[in-house]
């Protein structure tokens, strides 16, 4: 039997080794948990031909742990998709998590006869791709399904005298379409959004359209009522629609302080920041501290807290080497150099070979116009 290159670098895993040689199968199910969940769920062993297959279809399956596959299976339970359904389908498994709780929530919302593994997998071909009369006669839909009012309803606070219907044609119109269309009425109810605000939204933050319609008005909720952004600030941040409200409420409630500055202040003044996780801005609070950077100079550089913090974290290891950061570490604005480090590297490469010294950190990380001078 030949056996193509990625399943050969499954082989060289012991643990599949001695599955395959069935030498120690307990230790390689402890190894691989999608094999345990299998098992646990079928009551089955997977055989040797099967495994090298799943290898061939799915080669990432076999590094997702066993907190990843609770994770999923939980997101799954929520759509009415089991165990034995997902282990039928292991690519669920492979999927982003967060996507797939996405996909899921818009299929309920659209009214999906069935919530089936194949229609999380294949999401983007579905609702962009097939025609609602097409989905209507496989049976995915209800046939007297009117996709545009059900969406319509998502949105409690809409007076139903604003909801002008376009009446679209099953035969030429896809989900994406009503759902973008639907979205788009409500952002210029709700904020006044123009309609070439909403393409630009559609195109620099790809998560809007295939961002539950429930998302949006939490998001909306938390943004408006609890950040207290005004409806400006949301406009020119689009992102904020988009935003996650789960991982919001995690950072409201997880994280206290950035900067001195209580959270929701630090979000007014930082939007970004909800683009991050609590847990990252908790870790980078606590990289910030071990170097010693005091809550002033944080305050004048919260563009820190929306980076990665292991990038923060190398950045500053590689920075403590440059004599030039070792004398402006006691800058206010020394985080400017964390943030805009291949910036300030390009232009301290050519003021060496101009031989001047300079240790301005205007000229490092200033504006182009302002370092030409």
Request: include cysteine; hydrophobic fraction near 35%.
């Amino acid at each position: 039997m030949q056996i193509n290159k990625a399943a050969a670098i499954f082989l060289r895993s012991e643990t599949v080794l001695s599955y395959l040689a069935n030498k120690n199968v307990r230790k390689c199910y402890h190894g691989v948990p999608f094999l345990n969940l299998y098992k646990k769920v079928t009551g089955e062993v997977i055989s040797s031909d099967k495994l090298l297959l799943l290898q061939k279809k799915h080669p990432t399956l076999q590094n997702v742990s066993q907190s990843q596959i609770d994770y999923v299976l939980k997101i799954l339970k929520k759509i009415g998709i089991t165990a034995q359904d997902a282990c039928n389908d292991p690519h669920l498994f492979c999927m982003n998590a967060i996507s797939m709780d996405n996909y899921g929530e818009i299929l309920r919302e659209c009214c999906f006869v069935n919530i089936l593994p194949k229609y999380i997998i294949r999401y983007h071909t579905l609702v962009k791709s097939r025609t609602i009369a097409n989905l209507k006669k496989e049976g995915i839909l209800r046939e007297n399904l009117n996709l545009e009012e059900v969406l319509y309803d998502c949105f409690k606070d809409w007076p139903k005298k604003e909801q002008k219907l376009n009446n679209f044609s099953d035969k030429s119109t896809s989900i994406l379409t009503v759902r973008t269309s639907v979205l788009e009425k409500y952002l210029s109810w709700r904020l006044s959004v123009t309609e070439d605000e909403f393409k630009s939204y559609c195109k620099n933050y790809l998560p809007l359209r295939h961002r539950p319609m429930c998302d949006i008005t939490e998001a909306l909720h938390l943004a408006q009522d609890v950040i207290k952004f005004d409806v400006a600030n949301i406009r020119r941040n689009g992102f904020i629609i988009s935003s996650d409200p789960v991982n919001t409420k995690l950072i409201i409630e997880n994280v206290d302080s950035l900067a001195g500055y209580n959270i929701v202040e630090a979000i007014r003044m930082e939007p970004a920041i909800l683009k991050n996780n609590y847990n990252s801005l908790l870790e980078i609070r606590e990289i910030l501290k071990d170097y010693g950077i005091n809550d002033e100079a944080q305050r004048r550089c919260l563009r820190v807290y929306c980076m990665r913090a292991q990038t923060v974290r190398e950045r500053l290891d590689q920075l403590m080497e440059l004599k030039e950061y070792q004398i402006l570490s006691s800058h206010p604005r020394v985080l400017s150099m964390v943030v805009h480090k291949r910036k300030m590297l390009t232009r301290l490469e050519k003021i060496q070979s101009a031989k001047k010294q300079c240790y301005s950190l205007n000229n490092l990380v200033s504006s182009r116009k302002v370092f030409n001078k």
